[in-house]
C-alpha cells in the first residue's frame, strides 16, 4: 500500500436483483498507483462490482466515488469522462475494424473538436487528427501489436484480442483502469507478458483494479487483494496474507479443506 | 487511388448535358439526383450508425414544404384568432429553411426515440411519417391539402458581380442538384471520417464498449439524425423547386422504400454506395418503360433488386470492393504457387 490519496472509495454498495442480492455490503477503497485485485468464485459479484463502478448499472444502496466525485446517477461515458475506463470480460473489440481503427475509436475522449471544424477540414481539426494517428501508432506498437495494426480486431486470436482492449482503455486515457479478467484464454507466455505490461501501465501513474481468476498472476502483480463470497467480502490484505486466510481456502475448496 | 475516381466519375456526370439532349432522360436524371441526395442522408443513418428510418421522407417532404411555403408566402388562422401573414421570400431563403426545419424535427424525432432504439426508432419514424402527411392533407389553410400547392418558384441564385440567376432550365437544374449532391457526398465523408463518424462506427459495433471508452450515445444518434434529416430537407426543397408542385403524396411511403432500396443495393455504410443504387433504381424504370407493360415494370424492377441482393448480398459497392482487394492480393498467390511448382521440379 503505502499510497496516500485514496482513488476509488466504495461504501456499502449492494445491488439486488428482485429476491438476488448479488452484491450486500461492499466496502472498499484504491490507493493512487495501487494494483487491486478483486477475486472470488464464479458468482461472487465481480463483474456485478465492476458494473456498479462503471455506471452500468445503478446500484440498490451506497455510493461509489472516484477522487471524491460521487458516481452515483452518472452515465458510463460520463464516468470515463473522469478517468474511470474499464475493459469487458467478452466483447473487448470492435471486430469489423482493424486494430488500428478500433484504437481510433478509444482516442474519443481526446480527438473532440468542433463539428464545422471537423466537416470543413479546417486547421485544428486536421491536427488533432495527426496528433491521434501518431498516437493510435505509439499504442500499438506499445503493446507489441504492430504486426497486426491492419488486420481486423475480430480475426485476431482471443490473446490478441484481450491485448486490443487494454490498448483501446489505455486510449481513452485513464487515471484508473479496471481490468475484468484480462487473461482469460491467454497462454502462459502471453500471460507472463500481459503482467509486464501492468506493471508498466501501473509505471505510467495508473491505478489498477483487477478481476481475475488465475491465482499464481493475481498473487504476483497485486499490491493488495479483495476477496468476495455471495456478494460479501471474506478477506482484504496483500497476497501473503491472502494465500493463508482461512476464509478465503474455504471459500475456494470448501469447508474441508480449511479443516485439513 | 480513391480519389481519382471520384473525381473522374464528378467529371463524367458533370458532362452529361453536353451529349445528352433528350429532356425525358435529363428529368429523370435530375429527381433521381435529387433522390440520391436523400438516399445519402438516409445512408448516413442505416449505414453509419445501424438505425432505420422507415419514415425518412417525412424530412424530405418538410423541406419540400418548408421551401415552397417560405417562397410562395402563406396566410394562416392559429386557435386564439391569431394570423400568420408570410410575405414570399426568396426560394435560396427557403433551401436554408428546410434545412433547418428538417434538421430540427430530425433532432426531435431523435430525441424521442434514441433512448430505446433499434424497433422502437423505426415504428417512431415511421408514425412521424404519417403524422406529418395527415397534417399535409388536413391543414387546408396552409398547404392546400390535396389541392397541392402550386406555382413554386425556381431557385434564383445570386452571382456577385453577375446580377441573379433563375434556374428555369433542365440544364441550369441538373447542374444545381450535381452541385448539392458533391457537396452532400463531401460532407459525409469528412463526416464519417472525423472522430464523429468512428464514434458512430463504435457505437454501431459495440455500444457498451463505445460508451465505456466515453463515446455519448444520445448525442452522438442525435447529432447524426439531425444531419442526415437536414439533408433530406435540402433534397426536398430542390425538389419543390424543380418540379414546382407539391402534394402531401410526397409523403407516400414508396417513396422511403425506394431509398432504402438504393442504399441497401448500393451498399449501406459505404459512401458511393447510394449514389450507385440511386442511379441503378431511378433510372431503370425510364428504360423499362417503353418496353413493358406498367404491372411488368414493377415485376422487373422486383426481379432486379432481387438478384443484386442475391449475388453482391453486401451491396453492389462493397462487395465489388471486397473481390477488388481479393483480386489485387492475388500476385503473392501466385508468386507462391510458382515457388511450390519449382520446389516440384528440383524434388523431382
Request: include cysteine; glycine fraction near 10%; charged fraction near 15%.
Amino acid at each position: 500500500m503505502g499510497s496516500a490519496a485514496t482513488a476509488l472509495k466504495v461504501e456499502q454498495v449492494a445491488v439486488r436483483f428482485g429476491g438476488l442480492v448479488a452484491l450486500s455490503d461492499m466496502n472498499f477503497t484504491v490507493g493512487e498507483g495501487e494494483i487491486v485485485s478483486l477475486i472470488g468464485p464464479n458468482g461472487a459479484g465481480k463483474t456485478t462490482a465492476f458494473n456498479v463502478m462503471t455506471g452500468f448499472l445503478d446500484p440498490t444502496h451506497g455510493c461509489v466515488s472516484y477522487r471524491g466525485t460521487a458516481l452515483n446517477g452518472l452515465k458510463p461515458h460520463q464516468i470515463a469522462d473522469l478517468g474511470l475506463i474499464r475493459t469487458f470480460q467478452r466483447t473487448s473489440v470492435f471486430p469489423n475494424d482493424t486494430v488500428y481503427d478500433n484504437l481510433l475509436v478509444g482516442l474519443h475522449r481526446q480527438g473532440r473538436v468542433g463539428l464545422f471544424e471537423a466537416i470543413l477540414g479546417l486547421p485544428r481539426a486536421r491536427s488533432s487528427e495527426r496528433r491521434l494517428r501518431e498516437r493510435a501508432s505509439e499504442l500499438v506498437e506499445w503493446v507489441g501489436l504492430a504486426r497486426r495494426a491492419h488486420d481486423l480486431a475480430g480475426s485476431l486470436s482471443y490473446g490478441e484480442q484481450r491485448l486490443v482492449g487494454v490498448a483501446l482503455a489505455l486510449a481513452a486515457e485513464p487515471s484508473m483502469l479496471l481490468l475484468d479478467e484480462p487473461v482469460s484464454g491467454m497462454n502462459a507466455s502471453e500471460t507472463h507478458t500481459f503482467v509486464q505490461l501492468i506493471r508498466n501501465i501501473r509505471d505510467r501513474g495508473v491505478t489498477i483494479l483487477l478481476v481475475e481468476h488465475d491465482m499464481p498472476m493475481v498473487m504476483s502483480v497485486s499490491d493488495r487483494i479483495v476477496v468476495l463470497n455471495y456478494g460479501r467480502i471474506i478477506a482484504e490484505g496483500p497476497p501473503d496474507v491472502i494465500r493463508n486466510d482461512p476464509a478465503v481456502i474455504e471459500a475456494y475448496l470448501g469447508q474441508g479443506a480449511s479443516r485439513a | 487511388m480513391k480519389l481519382a475516381v471520384t473525381i473522374l466519375t464528378i467529371a463524367a456526370l458533370a458532362s452529361v448535358p453536353l451529349w445528352l439532349r433528350d429532356p425525358y432522360l435529363m428529368n429523370a436524371l435530375i429527381t433521381t439526383g435529387i433522390f440520391i441526395i436523400g438516399a445519402m442522408s438516409l445512408n448516413l443513418l442505416l449505414g453509419f450508425t445501424g438505425q432505420l428510418s422507415l419514415g425518412h421522407i417525412a424530412f424530405f417532404g418538410i423541406g419540400a414544404y418548408v421551401s415552397a411555403l417560405t417562397s410562395l408566402g402563406f396566410d394562416v388562422g392559429l386557435p386564439g384568432g391569431f394570423r400568420i401573414v408570410h410575405e414570399p421570400w426568396p426560394p435560396a431563403v427557403g433551401f436554408v429553411l428546410a434545412i433547418i426545419v428538417a434538421g430540427l424535427c430530425g433532432y426531435l424525432v431523435g430525441l424521442l426515440s434514441f433512448r430505446v432504439r433499434g424497433a422502437y426508432f423505426v415504428i417512431v419514424t415511421i408514425s412521424f411519417a404519417e403524422v406529418v402527411r395527415l397534417v399535409a392533407l388536413n391543414w387546408v389553410e396552409l398547404t392546400q391539402g390535396p389541392l397541392a400547392l402550386t406555382n413554386i418558384p425556381s431557385i434564383t441564385i445570386g452571382l456577385p458581380a453577375l446580377g441573379s440567376l433563375t434556374l428555369r432550365t433542365k440544364l441550369q437544374n441538373y447542374y444545381l442538384v450535381l452541385a448539392v449532391a458533391v457537396a452532400t457526398y463531401l460532407l459525409i465523408s469528412r463526416l464519417v471520417h472525423s472522430h464523429f463518424g468512428r464514434a458512430m462506427r463504435g457505437l454501431m459495433e459495440n455500444e457498451t464498449l463505445a460508451v465505456s471508452v466515453g463515446i455519448d450515445v444520445t448525442k452522438t444518434l442525435t447529432l447524426a439524425a439531425v444531419i442526415s434529416a437536414g439533408i433530406a430537407g435540402a433534397a426536398g426543397s430542390l425538389y419543390a423547386h424543380y418540379i414546382r408542385i407539391i402534394d402531401p403524396e410526397v409523403f407516400a411511403f414508396i417513396n422511403t422504400v425506394t431509398m432504402v432500396i438504393m442504399v441497401i443495393t448500393g451498399g449501406k455504410g459505404s459512401l458511393a454506395g447510394p449514389v450507385v443504387g440511386g442511379l441503378i433504381f431511378g433510372l431503370l424504370p425510364v428504360f423499362l418503360r417503353p418496353i413493358m407493360a406498367p404491372e411488368a415494370q414493377w415485376i422487373a424492377y422486383g426481379g432486379v433488386l432481387i438478384v443484386i441482393l442475391f449475388v453482391l448480398p453486401r451491396g453492389i459497392v462493397p462487395s465489388l470492393a471486397q473481390r477488388w482487394a481479393k483480386w489485387r492480393s492475388r500476385p503473392h498467390a501466385a508468386g507462391a504457387v510458382s515457388f511450390s511448382e519449382r520446389d516440384v521440379k528440383e524434388n523431382a
